[in-house]
């Protein structure tokens, strides 16, 4: 019954702002490490976030450093990515996932155990 479902996609101008939401149910999201991801038809998927559980260690791609930020609110066991100054190439479906990995860091190349279903962004003026 362990699952993540993302929410709070949708069409936002360029500039624009978003803030996704990662809720977890079945397992206490506070001991998992959470990835953000993101796929475009036809392309690889990317990561784009990751917090670590211990120590809340952030790390982001390039692409979206100084816009996006990674977050957990433990209280109510989701998670967030906060998306400031959105481009057009930021449209994707989002992804969020979750490791018991149980390092004070965390990197997009580790397996993750529970993937959501995604969330559409689309940027487009």
């Known amino acids: 019954q362990s699952q993540l479902v993302e929410s709070g996609g949708g069409l936002v101008q360029p500039g624009g702002s978003l803030t996704l939401s990662c809720a977890a149910s079945?397992?206490?999201?506070?001991?998992?490490?959470i990835g953000w991801f993101r796929q475009v038809p036809g392309k690889e998927r990317e990561v784009v976030s990751c917090?670590?559980?211990?120590?809340?260690?952030?790390d982001y791609a390039d692409s979206v450093k100084g816009r996006f930020t990674i977050s957990r609110d433990n209280a109510k066991n989701t998670a967030h990515l906060q998306m400031n100054s959105l481009k057009p190439e930021d449209t994707a479906v989002y992804y969020c996932?979750?490791?018991?990995?149980?390092?004070?860091?965390?990197?997009?190349?580790?397996?993750?155990?529970?993937w959501g279903q995604g969330t559409q962004v689309t940027v487009s003026s």
């Open positions: 996932a979750a490791t018991l990995f149980g390092g004070d860091w965390c990197a997009g190349n580790m397996e993750f155990d529970y």
């Open positions: 079945g397992f206490t999201i506070d001991l998992y490490a």
């Open positions: 917090i670590s559980s211990p120590g809340d260690f952030r």
